[in-house]
């Protein structure tokens, strides 16, 4: 049986006992290539680690194979160690620039792969049944390049790779088309995956963070039913449709999305997933949070996956038809795990690196799902930022949700956040700021208490969604909204953005446009099987008014509110709680159930314009609200608060309360009614006379006093 030692550090080779069957002495370190020895300073036996160790005068050459012989007549093979996870490893092999990949023009193709490990770098082309193999060679830096003189538009090709002796075959992780299932990377001309007029239209106008409403949808859930009037159903080319009819004639599609209000619209992962077959993709569903290539697209919401190009011009359609119509696009992406880690490109080109490690070896699992992607290091980050630089440039898309973006490191998220703001300073980020049990220190982590050390970064706001509707790990726990009274305090912060040094309870973030504020996402219950299972004693009369009460919360508070397609129309999906993998009944948009609930659906849209038309809504700094928001005093379950602009003065009140409640204005004279029980809109409804009103159980009120 072959024994193995390992390069641990760049001077650290080690002999773990396990491998060792007698003592051990006399040691040689022998590069096969040249026959040449490396020089040996010291060796010594680790009784502590278990090991034997043996320390080099030089730093060792990789792309070379060793071999260990000790006691004149043992032979150990030198594999990859821990020497990958290492600071000198990341400072020795970080390459710099911008060319890993494939640069292709149509008399040449430059293939690069930064593969620093490897002995043997292969370039396999595919055509038909046939397989032509070239070699690559060795640079500078672990990077791996060669150059064929031919026009390789639409050539089928993998990377082969020898390291620690074994051959496995591997996809660039810089392709930016796959064939179907992903199995090969492809060649592509990207200017031939350009629609009609592409880049022409200019994106809709942002002026700052807090200008955004985000409304968050699965590209199939969106146009599956059966009662969508879009013809090219759970499809990328469904959200290019206009002009769309569900039952009684109700608009639907994008034409919907306009006449709603939102402004950004956030679509669930579509980078090329594993969980879903495209040869067969209505056969299973996923959310689609299990990346396999991070620059390529997934195949399943394509009309023909067998086409690697058409996938490309397919987003892009759909990106251009929302700018066309003044919706902006938020791209879900999943960079803190991979799929499976040992069928991972990463591992096979690399492997020990891309990922974090515990203490004893095992691989670290801070996302539940067996891996956590390791940011930290120069490569990887490289791999990152290089990723999201290239989606927003190539699909001129207008922001980037980052899922579990706890995993990630501070410096890693500021550089994307440098690099996206020399493509579009406006282009959004959010992201999960949770803390997460991941090896790495508490104060490199992209997590909210670090938040002010990440600018121009937004976080998801849990204390919201969790002081609002209740607990989303224990379902017979209320918040605010529906029963529990006791985080009124709380709640006053909540509605600041919870900003700082606004009020007794310390705030989360120094200014109000790091806060997204929710209540339901694609995650957990929808807000209302949440709601049923926590306030299961109540009718839906009265659930409905609880529903619609915590979503005005979330529209009208400062920060960025965020809602969860259908939301409006108090989506279900039948008590699922996480329906990841569930079918089409359960996570299809129901636009049935829409046009059922029309009259709530006016009510979020008359919100949504009322927030648009007024930038008292929409402070983005902490001055700003300190400066022009107040809170009122109220009764038990109610809070009310004064925000003023030039012309006068808004009042917002929530009162959680089955009964009515009585409130005191912060003066006397004429109120414009915008917002009462089911009504809202962005002009006065009705006109009150008042030092005080009443406002009724489980509502909202909205009045505005103008200056005189």
Excluded at 29 to 49: A, F, P
Excluded at 149 to 173: F, H, K, M, S
Excluded at 597 to 621: P, Q, T
Aim: with cysteine; charged share 25%; hydrophobic share 35%.
């Amino acid at each position: 049986m072959t024994k193995s030692a390992y390069i641990d550090e760049l001077t650290l080779i080690t002999i773990p006992f396990s491998e060792v069957d007698e003592e051990l002495s006399n040691f040689t370190i022998t590069d096969t290539n040249n026959g040449e020895n490396l020089t040996i300073e010291k060796w010594l036996k680790s009784e502590e680690r278990w090991r034997y160790e043996l320390y080099l005068t030089e730093p060792i050459s990789f792309g070379r194979k060793y071999n260990v012989i000790a006691n004149e007549n043992i032979l150990f093979h030198l594999k990859i160690g821990q020497v990958v996870r290492t600071v000198s490893f990341d400072e020795l092999f970080f390459y710099d620039q911008d060319d890993l990949g494939v640069t292709y023009t149509n008399q040449s193709s430059t293939f690069k792969l930064w593969a620093p490990t490897a002995t043997k770098v292969e370039l396999l082309l595919y055509e038909n049944d046939t397989r032509k193999t070239y070699p690559l060679k060795r640079e500078a830096k672990g990077i791996w390049q060669l150059t064929i003189q031919n026009d390789l538009e639409g050539a089928i090709y993998t990377y082969r790779l020898c390291i620690d002796g074994e051959w496995r075959e591997a996809v660039d992780p810089y392709a930016k088309a796959v064939t179907i299932n992903g199995e090969k990377g492809v060649v592509v001309n990207l200017s031939k995956t350009n629609p009609e007029g592409w880049l022409k239209t200019p994106k809709p106008l942002l002026k700052k963070e807090t200008d955004t409403i985000i409304y968050e949808l699965h590209i199939r859930d969106f146009s599956i039913d059966e009662n969508s009037g879009i013809k090219s159903k759970g499809i990328y080319e469904g959200l290019t449709e206009t002009k769309t009819k569900g039952p009684w004639q109700t608009t639907t599609g994008l034409d919907y999305l306009v006449d709603l209000g939102i402004t950004h619209v956030q679509w669930l992962p579509i980078q090329d997933y594993g969980s879903v077959d495209e040869t067969e993709p209505l056969k299973t569903y996923n959310w689609g949070y299990d990346t396999i290539h991070y620059n390529a697209l997934e195949g399943s919401y394509s009309f023909d996956p067998n086409d690697p190009n058409l996938r490309i011009l397919e987003l892009k359609k759909a990106v251009q038809s929302c700018h066309s119509i003044g919706l902006r696009v938020i791209l879900d992406v999943v960079y803190n795990h991979v799929y499976i880690h040992e069928k991972s490109n990463f591992e096979k080109i690399v492997p020990g690196y891309y990922f974090r490690y515990k203490e004893d070896g095992r691989l670290a699992d801070g996302t539940g799902v067996g891996n956590d992607i390791a940011s930290e290091r120069k490569m990887v980050r490289k791999f990152i930022v290089d990723s999201v630089v290239y989606l927003a440039s190539e699909y001129d898309v207008d922001g980037f949700r980052f899922d579990l973006m706890g995993i990630l490191d501070i410096e890693t998220m500021q550089q994307i956040r440098q690099s996206l703001n020399e493509v579009d300073p406006s282009i959004l980020i959010i992201g999960e700021g949770w803390d997460l049990d991941t090896p790495l220190a508490h104060h490199q982590k992209a997590i909210i208490a670090n938040a002010e050390q990440l600018q121009g970064i937004s976080f998801f706001n849990d204390q919201f969604r969790d002081k609002l509707k209740g607990s989303i790990f224990d379902h017979d726990k209320k918040g605010f909204c529906n029963g529990n009274g006791q985080f009124k305090e709380e709640v006053k912060m909540l509605v600041s953005g919870s900003t700082k040094e606004f009020c007794a309870i310390e705030g989360l973030f120094n200014d109000p446009y790091q806060s997204v504020n929710y209540v339901e996402c694609h995650d957990n219950h929808t807000l209302w099987d949440k709601l049923t299972l926590s306030n299961h004693d109540q009718g839906d009369e009265t659930r409905a008014k609880i529903h619609r009460l915590a979503t005005a919360m979330t529209i009208l508070s400062q920060g960025i509110p965020f809602l969860h397609a259908g939301q409006e129309f108090f989506r279900t999906k039948q008590g699922v709680e996480n329906s990841y993998c569930s079918p089409d009944e359960i996570n299809k948009i129901d636009w049935k159930r829409k046009a059922l609930h029309m009259d709530n659906v006016d009510y979020v849209k008359g919100l949504i314009a009322l927030r648009r038309n007024n930038d008292v809504f929409r402070l983005r700094d902490k001055e700003a609200v300190k400066k022009n928001m107040f809170i009122l005093d109220t009764p038990t379950q109610c809070i009310a608060y004064m925000l003023k602009n030039s012309n006068g003065m808004f009042v917002v009140m929530h009162n959680a309360s089955e009964e009515e409640k009585e409130i005191i204005l912060p003066a006397s004279g004429k109120w414009e009614v915008f917002v009462e029980e089911d009504v809202a809109t962005a002009t006065s409804v009705n006109v009150l006379e008042a030092s005080k009103t009443i406002i009724k159980g489980l509502s909202t009120t909205v009045l505005y006093h103008p200056k005189i």
